[in-house]
């Protein structure tokens, strides 16, 4: 009897398919774990608060770091998702020959809300592997932050969770202090 097999896609397989159309005009997806998934459409409070990260993390900068918004970072050969938000090392050439690499991202922040068990359950892990130092994850169902620090090949050994009254700041930046309601009010 033949065995079942899951065929992973590869970065390059990923972007073959959509320089081919495979994928349909302006779809949303991302490739993690060789599996392409496609993205949920964002509502307005989703996306004001990635508006929000940016707008205030940088202005924060002073040059120490880039943000990012929803772009791509290489993972690995079989993952390249596009995470809602990040600081990175500031590079000459802004990123234009190449994404994002796990060693050059300084934070990166998942905004969830309908994707919340997907982002712990699949993107945490993943971005553990990779040896992403901080994720948080802006919890919109919770009104909450969980910040990932301490990774490793499953995981992260060390979760906190920030609430409204609380301040955070990403470890890299112990001096970007940013009140937990600010980041989410509505």
Do not use: C
């Amino acid at each position: 009897m033949p065995v079942q097999t899951e065929h992973r896609f590869n970065v390059k397989e990923y972007y073959r398919m959509a320089e081919t159309a495979v994928f349909r005009p302006g779809a949303r997806m991302e490739l993690l774990n060789g599996r392409i998934i496609d993205m949920s459409p964002t509502g307005p409070f989703h996306s004001g608060l990635v508006k929000r990260l940016n707008r205030i993390y940088t202005q924060l900068s002073q040059g120490r770091w880039q943000a990012s918004v929803q772009d791509p970072l290489r993972l690995d050969d079989h993952s390249e998702p596009e995470p809602d938000f990040m600081l990175l090392k500031p590079s000459p050439d802004d990123y234009t020959s190449r994404h994002p690499q796990p060693e050059e991202v300084l934070l990166l922040v998942e905004v969830s809300d309908s994707t919340l068990g997907y982002d712990r359950e699949e993107k945490i892990p993943a971005y553990g592997r990779a040896g992403i130092g901080e994720v948080w994850i802006v919890n919109l169902t919770d009104a909450s932050i969980e910040i990932y620090r301490d990774p490793y090949f499953t995981g992260y050994g060390s979760k906190t969770v920030l609430r409204a009254g609380d301040q955070v700041a990403p470890q890299a930046f112990p001096d970007a202090i940013v009140a937990v309601a600010e980041l989410l009010k509505r």
